[in-house]
């Protein structure tokens, strides 16, 4: 069938008088029933996620402490916020933390899964999604005390290991550089396995005859990966990319467990700040502010994903 | 999966916040809430029955007892009240009761002490604050120590423990050239560290962390210089190492035990885990600069505005205080006793140190202190790091406190 005989046909049906079907029930009754089944998970919706989101922009403007009533403030909060050393402080960590986390959870997910599902379907392969996604359901705070304990500086097996082989130890938990660095890495470790299983769904999509064609045409299995793997998953790495980055903003276990946010205040983070002002300091208009521009950040990052997938 | 703790309790104090202006109440005159931490042996509420027994059957009311853990003690406080489901009477520390001074949320016990039966108390004025007796306290100890290794004191040669800084000085270096570790110190902790690290050197070289009224820090001083330049010495002379950063208190409190280290400053409530490290273990109460002194805690019972009968309440808070019940309660935590009435249980060897006159320093109630004490820990830090120069440290710890405690008190 060719393309003009094909217009002809729609042509042709839409002449023809349409088909009379049954009357339908009337819309506005139709409505109201579905309208039912969505009212729970709308109440809840509103009452655990809008209402804290509205709450929280409200008491951004006041000077709420918890424990006594609200006075509005107006802008105070922002203001304060803006000239605050120790916010915008936090706000670089949490980019650092992020630029450092991010890519790399994403390259490892990435290329363990293509390893995994173009060579290893099999027990082994089974073996190595299994032991990566132990760190996905453990307990971020077990996870932060596990971690602590091996990076000590005078008891820790890796300093042991490095003191083995003739590098000398290294104090990461005590020196600002590397202590950020230990937490992103940690953070590496916990979240690849996630990314992982997800990458490997993706792949398992990716037709097999696309490789195969490729492989005729003489490509290798580098060249495939460039330029089918990463190609065809570009929505799941869009959606990696942007859920890792949300998750990066909102890190709190880790750091709290693994640093305290110590050294001299080198790992405190965006959630960590916001944490010591509502409930060490008990300034929780403040926190509230901030509250609310992380909001905005995890909003602006969402946002971009929906952009980006409605692009492709 | 990955919700966070803080905007976890933010939402829960928002949510507590509706559901408290939906009504609810204190509780009922005939049933008391009573809050507090996990002590020594006690970890459990039903090891309180007992204590509680007789109060329970004289006043026909029953006291339910919660206890919460340390590490999330204030933020069940700070959820609880805001719901309306805080207690009627809890047990603060003096940070806390400051905050909540603040806030209008403590009732200072005054007007009922009078028609209660109090006891003889020896510590009564660690809970007054501005001539209101706000708090009754129900813990007075975990005082600070230097602990030794004498073992290791021997090995360098050094006979005696050390009584001033300067001696401190001299054993660490001693120590040092014979391969041992003199000091450690856990800096890689919270800012309660400085009840053992920071506050001690202070009030020893005549210093003090706040002004008289409460309302401006007052560290950033020639002592408070002193006592931070102390801390330097010890880091450039190599008595602290780098480690001591990223060391929280359970790593020094191994370190020390399994004969890594001479000396740790730390409570009397660790004496019987050092005493079991294979080593002979010694103590020296203070070290001496300008004077002598030491932290020691005071932790207090509060009276909750929300307690339906203040009277009530009152009567048990000086019936938990009195010679009778804290016999029992020393038996499962031995502390100090609170009253003229109350024999001594504690370890012998810190009887002393309890009794000496104005070895002992509490911290003092001010509201905001937490945030001038996260600041103070935070420089001191820097300063160790060498981000900082002692004088900067302090001067800009003294900024940042200055802010909170305007804040917190206005």
Not at chain 2, 75 to 95: F, K, N, Q, R
Request: aromatic content about 10%; glycine content about 8%; some cysteine.
């Amino acid at each position: 069938m060719t393309a003009s005989q094909i217009t002809e046909e729609h042509a042709a049906s839409a002449r023809s008088p349409a088909p009379q079907l049954p009357a339908a029930p009337p819309r506005r009754g139709k409505s109201l029933a579905g309208l039912w089944y969505v009212v729970p998970s709308m109440v809840i919706l509103l009452l655990a996620v809008v209402a804290p989101i509205v709450m929280s922009a409200y008491y951004s403007f006041t000077d709420y402490s918890l424990l006594r009533s609200e006075n509005w403030v107006g802008g105070d909060n922002y203001r304060e916020l803006f000239a605050d050393g120790g916010f915008r402080r936090a706000l670089w960590q949490t980019f650092v933390y992020t630029v450092i986390s991010v890519p790399l959870q994403t390259t490892v997910a990435l290329v363990v899964a293509a390893l995994l599902a173009r060579r290893s379907r099999n027990r082994f392969g089974m073996f190595v999604r299994s032991a990566m996604f132990v760190p996905v359901i453990a307990s971020m705070v077990i996870i932060g005390s596990v971690w602590r304990y091996l990076l000590g500086t005078d008891q820790g097996v890796v300093n042991a290991f490095l003191e083995l082989v003739g590098v000398g130890s290294v104090n990461w938990l005590g020196q600002p550089v590397t202590a950020l660095l230990v937490v992103s890495l940690v953070t590496v470790w916990k979240n690849a396995g996630y990314f992982l299983i997800i990458y490997y769904a993706g792949m398992l999509d990716i037709p097999e005859e696309l490789y195969e064609a490729s492989s005729i045409d003489g490509a290798g299995g580098v060249r495939q990966f460039w330029c089918i793997t990463i190609p065809s998953l570009r929505p799941v790495t869009l959606l990696i990319v942007i859920l890792g980055t949300i998750w990066s903003f909102q890190v709190f276990d880790l750091v709290y467990t693994m640093t305290s946010g110590g050294p001299g205040r080198a790992t405190v983070t965006l959630v960590v700040a916001i944490y010591n002002a509502a409930f060490e300091n008990m300034q929780m208009g403040y926190a509230s502010a901030m509250a609310m521009v992380l909001f905005a950040i995890v909003f602006a990052a969402s946002f971009a994903q929906r952009l980006l997938l409605r692009q492709k | 999966m990955k919700a966070n703790r803080a905007a976890i309790l933010l939402a829960a104090a928002t949510g507590v916040g509706l559901a408290a202006a939906c009504g609810g109440s204190a509780g009922e005159a005939d049933s008391l809430d009573l809050w507090l931490p996990p002590q020594a042996n006690i970890a459990n509420a039903s090891d309180w029955d007992p204590i509680l027994a007789d109060f329970e059957a004289d006043r026909s009311v029953e006291v339910n007892v919660r206890i919460i853990p340390w590490e999330n003690y204030e933020e069940a406080y700070l959820t609880g009240i805001t719901g309306g489901e805080g207690p009627d009477v809890g047990l603060m520390y003096s940070s806390m009761m400051a905050d909540y001074l603040a806030q209008d949320v403590l009732v200072p016990f005054d007007e009922y002490l009078s028609n209660a039966d109090v006891p003889d108390y020896l510590y009564l004025e660690e809970g007054a604050v501005a001539g209101q007796q706000v708090a009754i306290p129900l813990v007075v100890g975990g005082v600070r120590v230097l602990y030794y290794n004498a073992d290791l004191l021997a090995e360098a040669g050094i006979n005696e423990p050390p009584a001033t800084w300067n001696e401190f000085l001299d054993a660490a270096a001693q120590l040092t050239d014979a391969g041992i570790t003199p000091l450690v110190q856990p800096w890689g902790g919270h800012s309660g560290m400085l009840n053992e690290n920071f506050f001690p050197l202070l009030w020893q070289a005549d210093g003090e962390l706040f002004s008289e009224d409460g309302s401006a820090t007052a560290f950033n001083s020639s002592e408070g210089e002193e006592a931070a330049g102390f801390l330097q010495e010890l880091m450039d002379t190599g008595a602290l190492s780098a480690a001591t950063l990223s060391m929280n208190p359970d790593d020094a409190e191994s370190q020390f035990i399994a004969g890594e280290a001479a000396f740790i400053f730390s409570s009397d409530a660790r004496y019987d885990n050092f005493s079991d490290g294979g080593f002979e273990v010694g103590l020296v109460a203070s070290l001496e600069n300008q004077t002598r002194s030491t932290f020691v805690a005071a932790d207090a019972l509060v009276m909750l505005d929300q307690c339906p009968d203040k009277q009530l309440c009152t009567d048990l808070v000086t019936y938990i205080t009195s010679p009778e019940q804290m016999v029992q309660f020393h038996e499962l935590a031995p502390y100090p006793p609170l009253s003229t009435g109350e024999e001594y249980t504690a370890p012998e060897i810190f009887r002393d140190i309890y009794e000496e006159e104005g070895l002992l320093q509490s911290l003092p109630i001010v509201p905001g202190s937490v945030g001038v004490y996260n600041a103070l820990h935070a420089n001191l830090q820097q300063m160790l790091l060498g981000q900082k120069t002692p004088e900067q440290a302090l001067a800009d710890a003294a900024d940042e406190g200055d802010r909170a405690l305007e804040t917190a008190q206005r």
